[in-house]
Each structure stands twice: as C-alpha cells, then as structure tokens.
C-alpha cells in the first residue's frame, strides 16, 4: 500500500538552527507533492508544492523542498529557523488517480 | 474572499445524540473531503467527494456519513456519536484530484 513516512515526530531546534525534516513515499509513478503547516491553534496551510520542473521548489517563510526521484523523497529545509516556524508539518503526497495519502506530521518546537 | 468554511468550530455533546458538522467552499471545487487530526496519527480521512451526488469512504469511515447534495456544501453527519470520535475535523476542498488542498479552519469535537 502506499505510504508517507515522516521520519521524526518531535523536533525541537534553537533559533537560528538550519531545519531539515525528512519525507519519504512509497510509490513508484508520478506524483505531486505537498508540504502543508499548521500553526498552534490554526487550520493548515500550503507551505510549497512541487508539480514538475525543477526539483528543488522554493516556498512561503524562506522554506524549501527537493524532490530526489530515486530516493522517492521530498525533504523541507530552511537554513534559519525562527521561534515563530513552531508548528506540525506535514508532507503529503498524490498519486496519478489517486487521493492524497498523508504522513503523520513533525511537531517543530523552536526554542528561544 | 475565496474560502472553506466549517460550523460549529466547537461542540460539546454526549454519547448517540445526533450531530452534523457543516462544510461550505465558495471556490468551485470539484472534490471535497473531511479528515480527523488525533495526536500521532496526523490526518486521515474519512470520506471524500468527486462531484455532486459522488462520495466514498475515505480510511476511517466508520461512524460517519456524508452526503453531497450541492457542489459547495458537504455536512458531515454522526448518527450516533461515540467518545471515541473525540477529535479535531478539518474539511477540505481542491479544484482537481491533483491540486493544492484548501483546509476550513477545524471543528474541535468532545463527545462525553
């Protein structure tokens, strides 16, 4: 069965630390692919997407993601963290024809 | 302003009375969907919609019901709500089976 694995459910980084958060499918045709946040509180929102072209897609917030076919991963980055990147993040994942399978979230603490 | 919106925000209610959870976008979309958030298990969802008149279970069917009698509205119905459906529910809403998701801003549940 398809799947979405986040690796890590806690994180917890000073501020100023580079952030890397981990996203790896299990699926071996086309797919689209999504990193969404949802900060303490609120509902959640698209942080950066990736469709075709360029792998490496550039988001919201100085976030950014790289898609790496052959490792079937799609790892969010950001050099700097700040105390108000605290959120759950989640990588979500579409297959051709197929609905939205979701990995389980990375709870982000940043510590000031 | 082009949005989801989801009422009540909160509710409190008791074991088996009847309750809906109503769910509107105003952006044309095709597929609709609705999701439970519990700790550590992230999203799943527990139906979804393709069109008007079409629906179909998501993962965690059980105990709900949906209908989708208009392209903007898709209420989400527990007939007989158990404290096991205590959660936090977000509907969702996207032009396209492969297209950026819009979340409503979540309906805190407390079954007792």
């Known amino acids: 069965a398809q799947s979405v694995s986040q690796h890590n459910h806690h994180v917890i980084l000073s501020e100023a630390a580079s952030l890397e958060l981990g996203c790896n499918y299990s699926y071996g045709g086309t797919v689209n692919l999504f990193w969404y946040v949802q900060y303490p509180g609120q509902h959640l929102q698209l942080l950066l997407k990736?469709?075709?072209?360029d792998p490496l897609v550039k988001g919201i917030k100085g976030f950014e993601a790289e898609f790496i076919k052959s490792k079937f991963s799609f790892n969010l980055r950001k050099p700097s963290v700040q105390w108000s990147d605290t959120a759950e993040y989640f990588c979500a994942v579409s297959p051709v024809n197929y609905q939205l399978i979701w990995g389980a979230g990375t709870k982000l603490i940043i510590k000031p | 302003e082009a949005q989801v919106t989801q009422n009540p925000r909160y509710l409190i209610t008791v074991t088996g009375k009847k309750l809906t959870v109503t769910c509107s976008q105003n952006?044309?979309?095709?597929?609709m969907s609705w999701y439970r958030q519990d700790p550590g298990l992230g999203l799943r969802q527990i139906y979804y919609?393709?069109?008007?008149?079409?629906?179909d279970k998501g993962d965690v069917p059980e105990g709900y019901k949906v209908s989708r009698k208009e392209k903007r509205n898709f209420p989400l119905i527990l007939e007989s709500p158990s404290p096991n459906q205590t959660s936090l529910y977000f509907c969702?809403?996207?032009?396209?089976?492969?297209?950026?998701?819009?979340f409503g801003p979540g309906t805190r549940l407390l079954v007792l």
């Open positions: 919609s393709m069109n008007v008149e079409v629906t």
């Open positions: 990736y469709f075709s072209g």
């Open positions: 969702a809403s996207r032009p396209g089976l492969r297209e950026t998701q819009y």
């Open positions: 952006m044309n979309h095709e597929y």
